[in-house]
């Protein structure tokens, strides 16, 4: 149980932190002059790519060690602890796809040498998070749902 509480807190918290870049943190930055909004884009671009890949694998990690047999889980709660794995595991995936090529762009833009299309990549960017974030929030409420069932 201890490692399903684990895998539960941990996917929790970065559901928060994917929401609050989703809801809060792009939002507030969009509205910002371009001298502010791509700086500070680009930092946490970097930051964020430096952490999230980190959090987002071991995560999925964790989600995939409940799969394990001495973990003891029952059929139904094995059951959803796989559909939630398999939720992570496509998210990873189609990170690597999706937004974490544009991140790698963004990174090293500054306000003079942004592309003519930034805010065009930008809105793609925030299109893939907000679908991986919702896919996430799914992970983390079936992953929730299998702890009950145990």
């Known amino acids: 149980m201890g490692l399903q509480i684990l895998a539960i807190v941990i996917l929790g918290l970065m559901?928060?932190?994917e929401l609050n870049v989703a809801a809060f943190g792009h939002p507030i930055l969009n509205r910002q002059t371009i001298e502010v909004h791509v700086p500070v884009r680009?930092?946490?671009a970097r930051w964020l790519g430096r952490v999230m890949p980190f959090w987002m694998a071991g995560s999925t990690?964790?989600?995939l060690l409940l799969l394990l047999p001495f973990e003891g889980l029952s059929?139904?709660?094995w059951?959803?602890?796989a559909l939630s794995a398999a939720i992570q595991v496509f998210a990873v995936v189609f990170?690597?796809?999706g937004p974490v090529?544009?991140?790698n762009r963004i990174t090293k833009w500054t306000a003079s040498t942004v592309p003519e299309d930034w805010k065009a990549q930008e809105r793609r960017w925030d299109q893939y998070h907000w679908f991986r974030t919702c896919g996430l929030i799914v992970a983390f409420a079936i992953?929730?749902?299998s702890a009950m069932v145990r």
């Open 15 to 17: 559901c928060g932190s």
């Open 42 to 44: 680009a930092a946490l």
């Open 61 to 63: 990690l964790l989600n």
């Open 75 to 77: 059929a139904q709660a």
């Open 79 to 81: 059951h959803l602890a």
């Open 95 to 97: 990170s690597l796809v």
């Open 101 to 103: 090529p544009i991140n």
């Open 143 to 145: 992953l929730t749902v």
